[in-house]
């Protein structure tokens, strides 16, 4: 995305001033012959290619009407027929339309119907020749994406022009449009994209030769379509011979000039003098907007001059076939790295190696985008990445806390909590290795507690030991020493509990 404008192509807009200067839409084919001769006769337009179907002849100037009288009603009256015949020539929209068309640089447009269902087998006017034909490709692994129906421009119009395209996109499951088809397959039969009938009729180039990569083990037949070459342009595509549309940036990449104003020749001549015109719509009344990466809403004709663009530029993105394994390798590669380091450093160094590979991850990648001009996904990578973060960070926290309740549970009645806590830190000073330590020790006894035990309630006796041994145990932790019974003995001599005891009362 470059975000400057291309002053090389020029939308020609049907927008609301040109609706509300010209009526509303279709309009007459007397309107679009006005269009068409202001654009080559008045401007000096160099190539024009309509983002738009001429399906049907244009009756609205009554002419048929009045040729039914004549053949009918009104076929004895000579004076009547005379003039319907004279004014045959004015009223015949679609020979005017024509007219303007002949032996100037146009592509019409049309499309394809891919829907199921009878409605998607439907067809209508004429296809131009194809660009290949199932002969041609016959033994070859082409998967372009295929059409059951198509509405195409009348017969006349179709003979009687340069060339023409179709402008389906390929839209995403996420209904963005990142993708133009080259080629869609009809009956066998490929024909290729406005952008790409644009491109040949600006090279003035009529064949379009397909650039296979590889063979297969005799040699004697190519496998896979990799590019299209059209004159010294080379067009990368996938599997489906599709290209990336290579956006220069948000709507007006290009100039709009709005139809009504070349009509009524408003604009300076140089705005269009030698320059190629796509005539379509950015109106939202006509149902042409798309999404795209680069806009939520974004005018269909523009994305149609962001490809042309791309091809004449040659900054069409290729996306070979090794990025699958390339794709493969790295993630294989980083996660494995990753898998077996993360654990053995702390959270800290954790969190800076993750902060330090995401952008070296992103650089790369956009290295390879600029320098190489190469599609290398990257969203599965960092995906694995911040999945192998946030695993290891959560389950060492829940290692970590259970480890500490542990430790809380063990030891939380007879050391201080100053001492849990340091425990804690470091689980593995607690071990079950003997050691020599110098050591005070405490034996305390109640004296007479049998006696008193059996004189007692057990809420009495209870109360009577919880006020012995709460003080007791107050100066033990005050003086960081160990409480313990008579079961927690062997593990504290053992050396289990290291922590040097300090007693200061003697309960005898």
């Known amino acids: 995305m470059p975000n400057t404008v291309d002053e090389r192509i020029v939308i020609v807009d049907i927008d609301e001033k040109s609706l509300a200067g010209l009526g509303r839409w279709p309009w007459g084919r007397d309107t679009m012959a006005k269009l068409t001769n202001q654009l080559f006769d008045g401007y000096g337009i160099f ?36 003039r319907v015949t004279e004014l045959a020539k004015e009223l015949d929209y679609d020979q005017l339309f024509l007219d303007s068309l002949s032996n100037r640089r146009v592509v019409l447009g049309y499309y394809f119907n891919s829907a199921s ?11 131009p020749q194809p660009v290949y034909s199932a002969e041609e490709f016959e033994g070859i692994n082409i998967k372009a994406r295929s ?57 003035d180039v009529d064949v379009i030769i397909p650039v296979f990569e590889g063979s297969n083990e005799t040699g004697s037949e190519y496998f896979e379509l990799e590019s299209l070459q059209v004159g010294d342009l080379n067009i990368p595509v996938d599997d489906h011979i599709q290209a990336l549309v290579p956006y220069r940036g948000k709507q007006s990449s290009f100039k709009y000039i709005s139809a009504v104003d ?60 090794y990025t699958f394994a390339a794709e493969f390798i790295q993630i294989l590669l980083v996660g494995l790295i990753l ?57 060492g926290f829940f290692i970590e806390r259970r480890g500490k309740r542990e430790i809380s549970g063990m030891f939380g009645q007879y050391i201080p ?8 830190e470091n689980p593995a000073a607690c071990t079950m290795a003997a050691k020599n330590r110098d050591m005070s020790v405490l034996f305390s006894d109640v004296r007479g507690f049998t006696t008193i035990s059996e004189g007692l309630e057990p809420a009495e006796l209870s109360k009577l030991m919880n006020a012995i041994l709460t003080p007791l145990t107050a100066v033990i932790h005050e003086n960081r020493g160990t409480k313990i019974n008579t079961w927690a003995m062997p593990l504290w001599l053992s050396g289990a509990l290291p922590l ?3 007693i200061m009362h003697d309960m005898h």
């Open 47 to 82: 190539l024009v290619g309509f983002d738009i179907v001429f399906a049907e002849e244009d009756k609205s100037s009554g002419l048929h009407i009045l040729n039914k009288l004549a053949d009918n009603e009104l076929n004895d009256q000579k004076e009547f027929i005379q």
């Open 117 to 127: 269902g009878e409605e998607g087998k439907l067809v209508s006017g004429k296809l």
């Open 147 to 203: 059409a059951t129906g198509y509405a195409a421009n009348l017969t006349r119009f179709q003979m009687d022009t340069t060339a023409a395209g179709h402008f389906n996109p390929s839209i995403d499951i996420d209904g963005v449009v990142r993708r133009i088809p080259m080629l869609y397959e009809y009956n066998g039969d490929y024909y290729e994209s406005l952008s790409l009938a644009m491109a040949r009729t600006l090279k």
């Open 262 to 321: 070349v009509i009524n020749g408003t604009i300076d001549k140089s705005e269009l003098k030698d320059k190629i015109a796509l005539i379509g719509t950015s109106t939202p009344a006509l149902f042409d907007l798309r999404s795209t990466p680069v806009a939520e809403v974004f005018p269909g004709v523009e994305v149609h001059a962001n490809m042309l663009a791309g091809i004449i530029d040659g900054s069409i993105k290729l996306r070979p076939r």
């Open 339 to 395: 898998s077996i380091v993360i654990p053995c450093i702390s959270p800290l160094f954790a969190n800076l190696v993750f902060g330090i590979l995401f952008p070296i991850l992103i650089s790369f990648n956009f290295y390879i985008w600029q320098s190489a001009n190469q599609v290398l996904p990257i969203a599965l990578l960092l995906l694995m990445i911040l999945t192998l973060y946030l695993f290891n960070m959560t389950f």
């Open 417 to 424: 909590a100053e001492l849990v806590d340091e425990m804690s």
């Open 500 to 502: 040097k005891i300090k």
